[in-house]
């Protein structure tokens, strides 16, 4: 069986505040949903991601990394008046990186984007995430190649701009294999091109539960990269690329 560090899922607990985003409030997946979802894949650990309706909370997220363990890391999203005790707290709780959204908000707009790139990058090792469709990508393009660490949500989503991501995985971002279900373009063709690129940009993630997604996570998304990439190329995809990003507290073996 193949390993994988899954790189992107949501937990929603509903013991935490929620936040409609554009009328959308998700139902509910605890840990024990997704553990049970994702119990045939080989999973050795992950990234829970914090989702625009958790807006800024983190008792979800530090709930969530208490249950899952070490070997999982968290995703969150904070105003640009978070003080530095507080992102160390979180550090110490496994968070790896700081989400913005731009498709949705829910998160501090791209004015506060590279400050706080830069602050939770030199306080703690941090990247940026960004949930950003493609077509946005060329006006942004400046600001991003300034960002210490990026990596991009679900391969940009779009066929526009897809120009702009390559250039960008050129420059070292690094792209999230996700989402196959949001996308409008050929998953195959996307994965060849940005791992040609630069084998160590993509982190493959199942995007559970796949909140709003046209198309939720099969596992015929997994079998689906193994098959364009291959066994090296996929090793690198399914949990190498991410365990050196990501940096767990205990590192599976």
């Given at each position: 069986m193949t390993k994988v560090f899954d790189s992107h899922f949501h937990i929603i607990d509903h013991r935490f505040p929620l936040v409609a985003n554009q009328g959308y409030l998700p139902g509910e997946f605890s840990c024990e949903d997704y553990l049970r979802r994702t119990a045939g894949i080989g999973l050795i650990g992950g990234a829970v991601v914090s989702g625009s309706f958790q807006a800024f909370d983190q008792g979800y997220l530090r709930s969530a990394l208490e249950v899952l363990g070490d070997r999982f890391v968290g995703v969150t999203q904070l105003p640009y008046t978070v003080t530095d005790e507080e992102i160390l707290s979180l550090d110490d709780a496994g968070v790896r990186a700081l989400r913005f959204n731009l498709r949705r908000g829910g998160a501090e707009d791209s004015r506060h984007l590279e400050r706080m790139a830069r602050r939770v990058y030199e306080l703690v090792g941090w990247h940026v995430e960004l949930y950003v469709d493609s077509s946005r990508l060329g006006d942004l393009f400046p600001l991003l190649r300034r960002l210490p660490l990026l990596v991009i949500d679900h391969l940009g989503l779009s066929a526009v701009g897809w120009h702009d991501l390559l250039r960008l995985v050129e420059q070292g971002v690094q792209v999230k294999a996700t989402g196959f279900g949001r996308v409008d373009?050929?998953?195959?063709?996307?994965?060849?091109?940005?791992?040609?690129?630069?084998?160590?940009?993509?982190?493959?993630?199942?995007?559970?539960?796949?909140?709003?997604?046209?198309?939720?996570?099969?596992?015929?998304?997994?079998?689906?990269?193994?098959?364009?990439?291959?066994?090296?190329?996929?090793?690198?995809?399914?949990?190498?690329?991410?365990?050196?990003?990501?940096?767990?507290?205990?590192?599976?073996?």
């Amino acid at each position: 069986m193949t390993k994988v560090f899954d790189s992107h899922f949501h937990i929603i607990d509903h013991r935490f505040p929620l936040v409609a985003n554009q009328g959308y409030l998700p139902g509910e997946f605890s840990c024990e949903d997704y553990l049970r979802r994702t119990a045939g894949i080989g999973l050795i650990g992950g990234a829970v991601v914090s989702g625009s309706f958790q807006a800024f909370d983190q008792g979800y997220l530090r709930s969530a990394l208490e249950v899952l363990g070490d070997r999982f890391v968290g995703v969150t999203q904070l105003p640009y008046t978070v003080t530095d005790e507080e992102i160390l707290s979180l550090d110490d709780a496994g968070v790896r990186a700081l989400r913005f959204n731009l498709r949705r908000g829910g998160a501090e707009d791209s004015r506060h984007l590279e400050r706080m790139a830069r602050r939770v990058y030199e306080l703690v090792g941090w990247h940026v995430e960004l949930y950003v469709d493609s077509s946005r990508l060329g006006d942004l393009f400046p600001l991003l190649r300034r960002l210490p660490l990026l990596v991009i949500d679900h391969l940009g989503l779009s066929a526009v701009g897809w120009h702009d991501l390559l250039r960008l995985v050129e420059q070292g971002v690094q792209v999230k294999a996700t989402g196959f279900g949001r996308v409008d373009f050929s998953i195959p063709g996307a994965l060849t091109q940005i791992h040609g690129i630069n084998p160590g940009a993509l982190m493959f993630g199942t995007d559970l539960p796949s909140t709003r997604a046209p198309r939720p996570y099969q596992d015929s998304d997994l079998q689906l990269l193994i098959e364009t990439l291959g066994v090296a190329g996929g090793e690198a995809v399914l949990y190498q690329n991410a365990l050196e990003r990501y940096r767990p507290r205990v590192r599976p073996d």
